[in-house]
């Protein structure tokens, strides 16, 4: 149980295009869902949280126009990286948590997203 | 915030030697501490955590222990296979916030 997919696995898109990941929790209903970047041997770095129904926090340094996140359901959320440039070529990394029955504060998290702007 | 320190970065051990990873945290109000092992060009997977009215926790080869007092939490990995290769990612989130701030990774390679 407990499972999260991203879609799609990995997306190799132009300069100046707009390119949308899907985070969906599979067999559970979260509250809450996060999305993170990583770049090449670092660790993670949380770009914000996006509760169902409500709009997203973003972190300090996060451009929210430019990272747009809806959480249009409790199973569905998706990051929709804007007018992209190769300096957002990342791994993105969605993961879920605050599923009604599991451990407070467990998070479970998705296979990632490799992004690569041409 | 929070800050959560990891060392060490890498780690070649022995098959079959034990391995340990050790974590430090800043805010004392923070009360959960999860371990994720991460393979190349995967997500994060959950191995073991440990909330803080508990000093230690174990599940087969792999263990946590937390020093609340020092603020430092360790992960423990006895009877090392090559499977066990991969980055291990410390983090830390505070009592009643979700967040998950994590420690810099550490790259453990068994050898065969």
């Known amino acids: 149980g407990a499972v999260v997919s991203q879609h799609p696995s990995w997306v190799i898109c132009k300069s100046g295009t707009s390119v949308k990941i899907e985070c969906r929790s599979l067999?559970?209903?979260?509250?809450?869902m996060f999305w993170y970047r990583q770049f090449p041997k670092q660790s993670l770095m949380l770009m914000a949280t996006s509760n169902e129904g409500s709009k997203a926090t973003y972190e300090q340094g996060v451009e929210k126009d430019k990272f747009l996140i809806n959480h249009a359901s409790l199973t569905l959320s998706t990051l929709t990286v804007t007018s992209a440039h190769p300096e957002d070529s990342s791994f993105y990394i969605c993961?879920?948590?605050?599923?009604?029955?599991?451990?407070?504060?467990?998070?479970?998290f998705g296979p990632g997203t490799r992004l690569t702007v041409l | 915030g929070e800050n959560v320190e990891q060392h060490p970065s890498t780690l070649s051990v022995q098959e079959g030697d034990s391995a340990v990873i050790k974590c430090t945290y800043s805010d004392s109000a923070s009360n959960y501490f999860p371990w994720y092992k991460q393979e190349l060009g995967k997500g994060p997977q959950l191995i073991i955590d440990?909330?803080?009215?508990?000093g230690e926790k174990k599940d087969q080869r792999i263990a946590v222990t937390l020093n609340k007092t020092a603020k430092h939490f360790s992960l423990h990995i006895t009877e090392t296979q090559p499977e066990d290769s991969a980055v291990y990612f410390c983090a830390a989130s505070l009592f009643g916030n979700e967040k998950l701030t994590f420690g810099t990774g550490t790259r453990l390679t068994i050898i065969p």
């Open positions: 440990i909330r803080s009215n508990v």
């Open positions: 993961s879920a948590g605050g599923a009604s029955g599991l451990p407070y504060n467990e998070q479970f």
């Open positions: 067999d559970f209903q979260a509250t809450t």
